[in-house]
């Protein structure tokens, strides 16, 4: 079948890259100047444990820190939230209440293992490095920390996953870089957690599937999708390019195309900030993923730069940075990892981008319900941890093979 792709993120890079291995002709269309350029850009890097990720589910961690309009809120409501906003941000907090809560938990992390292994297999297949680093460790300032990821440990831990709670003398050896001078309870170890570099596993998946006749239009915008027949408006061109299907993997975009069609998908941005700095000292440095659940932070190793992502934010908030969440991230680099990091050299890169999230924080994969649309979007806070999994899982549908993992807790019929 001739396919085209909209968007080249880590969701449409994988996703091109599996229908081309099914001998599709893919085309990808882009609006950015190359492939994961928005949400996939500097993401934290967290792949395993999936639901460690802040901001995974309405249901873990659900108490945040101060109201939403304060300064010092773990989540902030900006410039641009608005009405819609506000309704969003209501049904999260409804969907963690939901009695449904735990079964989507126990769906997302079915997805987020299943993506694992399927990322681990590809990484192997197409011999790359993608900066990987081994280990997870979950930090308990306090005994209260452990409550906010209860319902995520016991999921985890039913699935077999290897997780330890360990004292803070423990904690300091599997991470020997750790501030003996920061206040810690203890911590959970998952031996078996991963993080890895998000944004140069896409450019391998784009580099990879253009080896397997894939067509990437870069500076590329659809304007419109078009049903029967299936196909695409590109801005700047008076008639619609035609295909077989039509996978949108666009992120925000997904819900602007879809709209006119008379599909609401409610997708919101939940902005969020990291800041990449180059590795100091590597005995002082991570050495794996370090989560801090109570600033619903992570610190991540990847390569030779160290990197620390946290905030959330939703509106756009004018594109303006907030200080006090960068000092924040700053002030917990220098705090667990003192002497890790140059957090003054000109190559800091601070960067802040687009979660795009749906309100029970699953992402919608699978046939749109519009006659050769497939959606593969909404991946919010985890779009690394499930990307290759959706990918393909969403491939085997288009193919008529059923996939190995159950996807209808991930159908759009739910909204």
Do not use: K
């Not at 909209?6 to 081309?20: F, P, R, S, W």
């Not at 444990?49 to 304060?70: D, E, N, Q, Y």
């Not at 170890?189 to 599937?209: I, K, S, T, V, W």
């Amino acid at each position: 079948m001739q396919i085209a792709i909209v968007g080249a993120g880590i969701a449409g890079a994988a996703t091109a890259y599996e229908l081309a291995a099914d001998g599709h002709q893919v085309t990808v269309f882009e609006q950015r100047g190359a492939a994961a350029e928005e949400a996939s850009f500097a993401s934290a890097g967290l792949l395993a444990p999936a639901l460690f990720t802040p901001w995974a589910h309405p249901a873990i961690g659900a108490v945040l820190r101060r109201w939403p309009w304060s300064s010092e809120a773990t989540l902030r409501l900006v410039r641009g939230a608005g009405g819609a906003g506000l309704r969003w941000l209501w049904r999260w907090h409804q969907a963690g209440r939901s009695p449904a809560a735990l079964g989507q938990l126990a769906a997302l992390e079915s997805l987020g293992r299943y993506s694992l292994a399927h990322t681990r297999q590809l990484a192997g297949q197409l011999d790359v490095d993608i900066e990987t680093s081994r280990g997870a460790l979950l930090l308990l300032r306090q005994p209260e920390c452990l409550e906010r990821v209860q319902p995520a440990l016991q999921l985890l831990r039913e699935a077999g996953m290897d997780l330890a709670e360990v004292d803070a003398d423990t904690a300091r050896l599997i991470e020997p870089g750790l501030s003996t001078d920061t206040p810690l309870a203890g911590a959970l170890h998952a031996p078996d957690g991963e993080a890895g570099n998000c944004r140069l596993f896409a450019q391998m998946l784009r580099q990879a599937a253009q080896n397997s006749g894939t067509q990437f239009l870069f500076g590329t915008r659809v304007r419109a999708l078009a049903t029967g027949p299936t196909g695409l408006l590109i801005e700047g061109e008076n008639a619609p390019r035609r295909f077989d299907a039509v996978v949108l993997c666009a992120g925000l975009a997904s819900a602007a195309l879809l709209r006119p069609l008379g599909q609401r998908l409610p997708l919101a941005a939940l902005y969020g900030y990291t800041i990449s700095a180059p590795l100091r000292e590597d005995t002082h440095a991570p050495q794996g993923a370090v989560i801090d659940p109570r600033h619903r932070l992570i610190i991540t190793r990847q390569g030779q730069r160290v990197r620390v992502s946290g905030g959330a934010e939703i509106g756009h908030g004018g594109a303006v940075h907030h200080p006090p969440t960068l000092q924040t991230l700053y002030l917990a680099l220098s705090g667990w990892f003192p002497g890790g990091a140059h957090t003054s050299s000109p190559q800091v890169q601070v960067w802040r981008g687009a979660r795009p999230m749906l309100p029970d924080g699953a992402p919608v994969i699978g046939a749109s319900g519009l006659s050769g649309l497939w959606l593969n979007t909404g991946h919010g806070a985890c779009g690394w941890a499930q990307a290759c999994g959706s990918a393909h899982a969403l491939a085997d549908l288009v193919a008529g093979r059923v996939p190995a993992i159950d996807l209808q807790p991930f159908g759009v019929q739910r909204f």
